[in-house]
């Protein structure tokens, strides 16, 4: 059975191979990491980190989501303009957030009505 | 080329046709899953919009967010965290195994896939009906902390609330099983099959709900309810808690939304997985839907800090 999935996944570049074929304990292994890293979050959240907190808690999640979209979405083994594509949309979410947060603590003209 | 055969993998492995404006198998892959992920990026710059709410009305009323954070409660935040990333494994496998040609295993992933999507809801009613109780709603209905609420009519309200919140599952659990009761023998296994994962679905959501009850209960002492707490209580002519409660219900119930389409979704992949049409040669489908799974999967991420942990 196993050497028959080794078979398969060499088979996999082959002209059956539409995709990359992920090995299980690559799969359970990111779990893993990433329940390990909801632990570590839950767990900083109790620290007081003052203004830091927002950052590490952001942070963390970051890592776990760069896992996600790497192993369990395939990223990393897909063709590279896939990734291009999810990175543009980060990029405009960026802007987007940045901008409408610039735009809060900019100067206010009080405005008054027209007599 | 020697195609391995197991047990598993029957006589057909997924004989999807390649649609006649495709040049290649390769090519139809390659174009669904990049449509796919032009989908997913609307997604993400459609959740941006109440990511980019959150970030300002938090910019604008810090102790707001603060204080209305306590009455969320982590424990069941990161459980349904956890729920969410089993799901994501399930489904990454189950993309996997449809590659493999190991149709009863794909089966059997989607299946797993769908009871946590059951769960995850089930624990989330627990959370809304509490708050349902509490007056913790959004802007225009938060009540909280005022004098009228009593501890009879929250119990009351949660209660109602959670049987509300429940009665569809109820529902699908009870009708499928008097199809399976009654008509069982006039199902083809495929349907039969379909009706008993419905059945699953149903009842599994009460599993979430007994857990959510049971964390619930474990974890009340470390959630703040005293009736004096008027920290977050309403200031005239300023935007309160409510907001914070607006928010809350709005990124959470969106992104619910989401999993209750991915439930359909998926119980539609379900039925062609049943009737071995993913293999080798075809297992686009369960590509995209796992893409579209793993993106409500990395929303709930980023909600959980951002909601559960953070003040």
């Known amino acids: ?115 | 080329m020697v195609m391995a055969s197991t047990t598993e993998e029957q006589d057909h492995h997924g004989h999807g046709h390649v649609a006649h404006h495709f040049d290649s198998a390769q090519q139809q892959f390659d174009a669904g899953k990049l449509g796919m992920w032009l989908f997913l990026i609307t997604e993400i710059l459609f959740f941006s919009g109440l990511f980019v709410a959150y970030a300002v009305y938090r910019v604008n009323h810090p102790e707001v967010f603060i204080d209305a954070r306590q009455h969320l409660n982590t424990s069941l935040g990161a459980l349904n965290t956890v729920v969410l990333l089993f799901s994501s494994l399930t489904m990454a496998w189950a993309v996997r195994a449809a590659q493999l040609g190991q149709h009863k295993l794909l089966s059997n992933l989607i299946i797993l896939t769908l009871l946590c999507a059951s769960v995850f809801l089930g624990i989330k009613s627990i959370e809304y009906s509490h708050k349902w109780g509490e007056g913790l709603l959004w802007a225009g209905a938060y009540t909280y902390g005022s004098e009228e609420l009593v501890e009879q009519d929250k119990s009351a309200a949660k209660l109602a609330a959670t049987a509300v919140l429940g009665a569809p599952a109820a529902l699908i659990a009870v009708v499928s099983g008097a199809i399976l009761v009654f008509w069982r023998k006039r199902l083809s296994s495929v349907v039969r099959t379909l009706v008993a994962v419905a059945l699953g679905m149903g009842a599994i959501y009460f599993v979430g709900v007994g857990i959510g009850i049971i964390v619930e209960v474990l974890t009340h002492s470390s959630v703040s309810h005293e009736p004096g707490d008027h920290s977050i209580s309403q200031v005239a002519g300023e935007p309160g808690p409510g907001v914070f409660f607006s928010i809350y219900f709005t990124m959470t119930g969106v992104h619910a939304l989401h999993i209750l389409i991915g439930m359909g979704v998926m119980l539609w992949m379900l039925e062609k997985s049943l009737r071995f049409e993913y293999g080798p040669d075809y297992f686009g489908p369960v590509d995209f839907v796992g893409l579209y799974w793993h993106l409500v999967d990395l929303v709930w991420i980023y909600l959980f800090p951002l909601l559960y942990l953070i003040g």
Request: charged residues 10%; glycine residues 6%; proline residues 4%.
């Open chain 1, 1 to 115: 059975m196993n050497s028959n999935q080794n078979e398969l996944q060499h088979e996999e570049y082959d002209h059956h191979g539409l995709a990359h074929v992920m090995p299980v304990k690559l799969l359970v292994g990111v779990f893993s990491l990433l329940i390990f890293l909801t632990i570590i979050t839950v767990l900083l959240a109790q620290v007081p980190l003052g203004p830091w907190e927002v950052w590490v808690s952001l942070g963390v999640a970051t890592v776990k989501a760069t896992l996600v979209c790497l192993y369990f979405m395939h990223l990393r083994y897909d063709r590279t303009f896939n990734g291009f594509i999810f990175l543009s949309s980060i990029f405009f979410v960026a802007l987007f957030l940045a901008l409408t947060l610039m735009d809060l603590n900019g100067p206010r003209v009080p405005l008054s009505g027209i007599e």
